[in-house]
């Protein structure tokens, strides 16, 4: 397809399990966003790419998160040692140029829902 | 602290009439803004944006307004359609997406 893929679109893992995210921009788009979400708040920032290049973490909750994008295409948003508060929406998102690239809108993937019990 | 507040949780508007989604922001360093509508189990989607250079910007029935001297911004739906019925997400941007917390439109046939 054309737009953004996530996978998988649900995960339920144990507490204290590592979890990876996946996530298929838009072929060509250089810049790639991951956000979470909580219920009923709307997604918050965790981490820029422009292409392969991590530019801005600043988001990342704790040193547990951690996300690639190693060939400046797919990329992996990787939790270890989940805990019950990660449980989350967790939104990856791309846009065509870098975000010094001019202003443009970022199209996001349907997300996926990360349940820790 | 919120830099992006949609006050409002929720609108019921009747079709055919106008929806008014309202937005009000802190940070005088965001740059352009933008409007997402998001269905249950979807990712939000783009619907239009502004940059801050303009105060109005127009696409088919939707029209967001921003006044940078109020830091408010708002969301014009005209005319409401059932289909419009969303959460809708209000965003600003300085070098990174800074989301509100959404408001949830009804339009009721």
């Known amino acids: 397809g054309a737009g953004v893929s996530q996978s998988p679109r649900y995960k339920v893992a144990k507490r204290g399990q590592d979890v990876a995210l996946r996530c298929d921009p838009i072929s060509g788009h250089v810049s790639l966003f991951w956000y979470q979400q909580a219920l009923g708040q709307g997604p918050e920032f965790l981490t820029y790419?422009?292409?392969?290049?991590?530019?801005?973490k600043s988001g990342l909750p704790s040193d547990r998160f951690f996300a690639e994008r190693p060939e400046g295409s797919v990329s992996t948003l990787k939790i270890q040692r989940t805990q019950q508060e990660d449980s989350a929406v967790y939104l990856c998102?791309?846009?065509?140029?870098?975000?010094?690239?001019?202003?443009?809108?970022?199209?996001f993937g349907d997300g996926t829902r990360l349940s820790i019990l | 602290d919120q830099q992006v507040k949609q006050n409002s949780p929720s609108l019921s508007v009747q079709e055919g009439r106008i929806s008014i989604l309202n937005c009000d922001y802190t940070?005088?360093?965001?740059?352009?803004f933008l409007w997402y509508k998001k269905y249950p189990a979807e990712g939000p989607t783009f619907l239009i944006s502004i940059s801050s250079i303009k105060d109005k910007n127009e696409d088919g029935r939707f029209t967001v307004f921003l006044n940078k001297s109020a830091k408010h911004l708002s969301l014009h739906i005209v005319p409401s359609q059932p289909g419009d019925s969303a959460v809708y997400f209000c965003a600003a941007s300085a070098d990174k997406l800074t989301f509100g917390k959404g408001i949830t439109l009804s339009v009721r046939p």
């Open positions: 940070n005088s360093m965001f740059d352009y």
């Open positions: 790419f422009q292409n392969e290049a991590q530019l801005d």
């Open positions: 998102a791309s846009s065509l140029l870098s975000r010094t690239g001019g202003n443009q809108p970022q199209h």
